[in-house]
Nanobody, 113 residues
Framework: QVQLVESGGGLVQPGGSLRLSCAAS????????MYWWRQVPGKGFEWIARIGGSGDAQEYNVTLMSRFKISRDIAKNTLYLHINDLKPEDTAQYYCARNLVYWGQGTRVTVGS
């Protein structure tokens, strides 16, 4: 069955960086667009980015693209999200998704001192 498991979240100081990972299994990873979303506490879901099967095509939420980078390692069946210059407003639960049907459980990112 399709499984997506995020990791890499934690407490980070403002200005810091993180790399989130999403381990995928149960499907042909290179065949699907993959997505990153986040949910800020008390707010709705916000789309961050998506990446094509080969990794060559990437699309971003224009308000976030300067600090966020999506990538994937097909050999490792893993999706990544690199976040730079973290801000308190980046505090959220971060999710990876496939086709908006399958979602991971999320990884929590907290930005603060």
């Amino acid at each position: 069955q399709v499984q997506l498991v995020e990791s890499g979240g934690g407490l980070v100081q403002p200005g810091g960086s993180l790399r989130l990972s999403c381990a995928a299994s149960g499907f042909s990873f290179a065949s699907y667009w993959m997505y990153w979303w986040r949910q800020v506490p008390g707010k709705g879901f916000e789309w961050i980015a998506r990446i094509g099967g080969s990794g060559d095509a990437q699309e971003y939420n224009v308000t976030l693209m300067s600090r966020f980078k999506i990538s994937r390692d097909i050999a490792k069946n893993t999706l990544y999200l690199h976040i730079n210059d973290l801000k308190p407003e980046d505090t959220a639960q971060y999710y990876c998704a496939r086709n908006l049907v399958y979602w991971g459980q999320g990884t929590r990112v907290t930005v603060g001192s």
